[in-house]
């Protein structure tokens, strides 16, 4: 992942009636160096006594409850609503960085929209987490392998909001990757940017690292594969306020948007696809 802006916000959702509560701390002790937490909120029926145990936590760890109360038997209504959250949040406060906390594929969709949308999506959940979710996501980090970077505190003497301390050594990289320090006295000079036709070769060689048989490719596989090959790229850079504008613009792919359910054709995904006369 490229870096952010030290402005940059950053909105950490959980999916409380997915996400047990040793998670979310494990979550909030891993993201604590990045020091960029616009919010935290966690979704669920809190009138539930299966989640009575969450209530302290939640003021522990200063995490905001939303209420989804379940209308029918069986059935949680905590994923719609942090999905309208997130795109409320999208659009009304600018979070840039989303960091969606569950093992539900359900996700998906919320993650392509996102992405699409010029926002980076950090996900977190179990390793039984659905494929799709997974790669829809910029970065997808493991409740398990948390526990090896994230270790309890050895001393009651410690006085913490969280009962776990970062190895901050050996994220050290990885934090640098996700976001810009926050305290950067001689920030690097801008590299010149590149031209049409290097833009170009740019985009046509992400997609082939994906496709080269030049089949569909989700926009969000394709903006994920983007900050791999070249980190830091934003279209923002070519006076595009999304990655979706540019692709249209530069006329080098074709571009459909196809429903993932017939049952709910409101659920759908962008696709691109290289032009064959490019």
Same mark, same amino acid.
């Given at each position: 992942? #490229?870096? *952010? ?6 909105? /950490?959702?959980?999916? =409380?009636?997915? +996400? ?84 539900? #594929?359900? *996700? ?6 996102? /992405?699409?949308?010029? =926002?980076?999506? +950090? ?8 494929k799709a979710f997974v790669n829809a996501c910029h970065r997808f980090l493991y409740f398990?392998?948390l526990e090896r970077s994230i270790t309890p505190l050895p001393s009651p003497h410690f ?68 900050q791999k090959q070249h980190p830091g790229f934003t279209s923002k850079h070519f006076g ?39």
């Amino acid at each position: 992942m #490229g870096n *952010f802006p030290r402005e940059a916000r950053l909105a /950490v959702l959980i999916d =409380a009636e997915n +996400v047990n509560i040793q998670s979310a701390r494990l979550v909030l002790a891993r993201l604590r160096p990045y020091k960029l937490l616009a919010l935290k909120r966690a979704y669920g029926d809190w009138s539930n006594a299966r989640l009575s145990g969450w209530k302290p936590a939640l003021a522990e760890m200063g995490i905001q409850p939303i209420h989804a109360p379940t209308y029918t038997a069986g059935k949680n209504s905590a994923d719609i609503t942090l999905v309208i959250d997130a795109m409320d949040l999208l659009h009304t406060q600018k979070v840039e960085l989303f960091c969606i906390v569950s093992s539900d #594929g359900d *996700f998906t969709p919320l993650v392509y929209r996102l /992405v699409e949308s010029g =926002a980076k999506v +950090v996900g977190f959940g179990q390793k039984k987490s659905p494929k799709a979710f997974v790669n829809a996501c910029h970065r997808f980090l493991y409740f398990e392998d948390l526990e090896r970077s994230i270790t309890p505190l050895p001393s009651p003497h410690f006085q913490t909001t969280s009962a776990y301390v970062v190895d901050t050594q050996a994220l050290q990289s990885e934090a640098i990757a996700m976001v810009q320090p926050a305290n950067t006295h001689h920030p690097a000079k801008a590299k010149p940017m590149p031209s049409r036709e290097e833009l170009l070769k740019l985009l046509k060689d992400t997609y082939q690292a994906l496709s080269p048989q030049s089949n569909w490719v989700s926009l969000s596989r394709f903006s994920s594969q983007l900050q791999k090959q070249h980190p830091g790229f934003t279209s923002k850079h070519f006076g595009y306020a999304r990655l979706r504008k540019m692709i249209e613009s530069v006329n080098l792919f074709d571009l459909r948007q196809r429903s993932l359910s017939p049952e709910n054709p409101t659920s759908t995904v962008i696709e691109i696809r290289l032009k064959p006369a490019v």
